[in-house]
């Protein structure tokens, strides 16, 4: 039985590297727009504070407890089909789309009240950096659904298994990933 | 560490992640605003992005370079967050 990947020392992350050199790439992205969005700042505090506190709190810390339960229930199914658990696996995978499914609920929600008051990229630099930051991670969280559909798909075909579990890695790397960004986004544009 | 321990401590970082996160809610609804709250709530944050990269992503038991592209990412977004907030 291939070992755990949280029993011993590897040379590769998990999955396969080009997933990873995508990932590298994204986060040089998220980074950019993160830098962007501290240095813009500087010379608008005062308005970046007061556009800040129109911000509905509440519905991101209930978008990050999604997404952080999301990826735990993504490495529980890594780790149930290492354990050779497959239909646990399944079962932890169609969690992490609930949870998933529970972010793009609210946070569609929050943008449905935004263009009810008419909040658009034009309104003013706090709004278009947030609107901005916030829908791109939106479609990255989208093709993250995407992906977390097609790992469940495949593992309640049994296509991952202790041995060859590499599709399932790359996947859920990609998803960690999205959860990481959001991470980051969720105190610096809502909190500080 | 066996499934067992693998499954109990995957389940440890998330307590701390959830920890962590409430903390940094409440924060923010405590109306506090200072430059040393706003960079101890981001360091927060990027703790939490260290435990994402090293445990969900199992970054931790990888050998070499590989570990670390992420990581330098976290660092060099801290120094640019800290310089664009103290400036």
């Given at each position: 039985m291939k070992m755990n990947k949280l029993t011993k020392v590897i040379k590769y992350p998990p999955g396969d590297l080009a997933i990873w050199i995508f990932i590298m790439a994204e986060l040089l992205?998220?980074?950019?727009?993160?830098?962007?969005?501290?240095?813009?700042?500087?010379?608008?505090?005062?308005?970046?504070?007061?556009?800040?506190?129109?911000?509905?709190?509440?519905?991101?810390?209930?978008?990050?407890?999604?997404?952080?339960?999301?990826?735990?229930?993504?490495?529980?199914?890594v780790l149930a089909v290492n354990a050779n658990q497959q239909p646990q696996a399944y079962r932890f995978m169609l969690l992490a789309m609930l949870a998933g499914l529970v972010f793009v609920v609210i946070k569609t929600n929050e943008f449905a009240v935004h263009?009810?008051?008419?909040?658009?990229?034009?309104?003013?630099?706090?709004?278009?950096?947030?609107?901005?930051?916030?829908?791109?991670?939106y479609l990255h969280v989208i093709l993250g659904m995407i992906v977390l559909l097609v790992l469940a798909r495949n593992l309640k075909r049994g296509q991952y298994t202790v041995t060859d579990s590499s599709g399932l890695e790359s996947g859920a790397s990609y998803w960690h990933m999205v959860d990481l960004v959001w991470l980051i986004l969720f105190p610096l544009v809502y909190v500080m | 560490m066996n499934a067992n321990k693998s499954t109990i401590w995957v389940t440890i970082i998330y307590t701390l992640l959830v920890i962590l996160t409430l903390v940094t809610y409440q924060i923010g609804e405590s109306g506090l605003r200072s430059l040393d709250i706003s960079l101890m709530v981001f360091a927060i944050a990027?703790?939490?992005?260290?435990?994402?990269?090293?445990?969900?992503?199992?970054?931790?038991?990888?050998?070499?370079?590989?570990r670390l592209p992420i990581l330098i990412w976290l660092l060099l977004l801290s120094i640019t967050i800290y310089i664009a907030f103290t400036a």
């Open positions: 992205v998220f980074g950019l727009f993160f830098a962007t969005y501290a240095v813009t700042r500087i010379d608008n505090i005062e308005l970046f504070e007061q556009y800040q506190q129109t911000l509905d709190t509440t519905a991101a810390l209930w978008n990050t407890l999604a997404l952080i339960s999301s990826s735990y229930f993504v490495i529980r199914s263009m009810d008051h008419g909040i658009t990229l034009s309104t003013n630099t706090f709004y278009m950096f947030y609107l901005s930051l916030a829908f791109f991670h | 990027i703790a939490k992005g260290a435990l994402i990269s090293e445990y969900f992503m199992q970054l931790h038991w990888v050998k070499g370079i590989w």
